[in-house]
């Protein structure tokens, strides 16, 4: 339904292995990323370890690595990986004619 996604741009706006934010008006941030198999997955740009900004990280498969502190982040469910604990809320994100588009409800509910 119109209204329920929100569009952020066109897919090839975003450089393989790379990340744009969105601001989200009275939320959180959000990363979208791309990996180098060109799937796109969406989380609340913070790290559940103190914060950092994953979309500045770097992209290995479908894992982010924290530029902080070096935590692996998994895309598809935001879950720190091995010894580390901890989650960060995800985005259901989909395209649809070369635009990306993330789920509204989504983004106030991982800022409430
Ligand atoms: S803030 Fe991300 S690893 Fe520490």
């Known amino acids: 339904m119109i209204g329920e996604w929100l569009d952020i741009g066109w897919l090839n706006e975003i450089p393989m ?7 989200v008006d009275g939320g959180e941030e959000i990363a979208v990323f791309r990996t180098g198999d060109d799937k796109v997955f969406a989380l609340v740009n ?19 690595a924290c530029p902080l502190h070096n935590w ?4 598809a469910t935001g879950e720190a990986q091995g010894e580390d604990k901890g ?14 588009l993330i ?8 800022a409430a």
């Not at 989650?87 to 004619?97: E, L, S």
């Not at 789920?103 to 991982?110: D, G, H």
């Open 46 to 64: 913070r790290c559940p370890h103190k914060g950092g900004p994953l979309s500045q990280g770097i992209i290995h498969g479908h894992s982010v």
């Open 17 to 23: 292995r790379g990340s744009r934010t969105v601001p």
């Open 103 to 110: 789920c509204r409800a989504s983004t106030l509910k991982a």
């Open 72 to 75: 692996s982040i998994a895309l």
């Open 87 to 100: 989650c960060t809320p995800t985005i259901p994100v989909k395209i649809d004619g070369g635009r990306v």
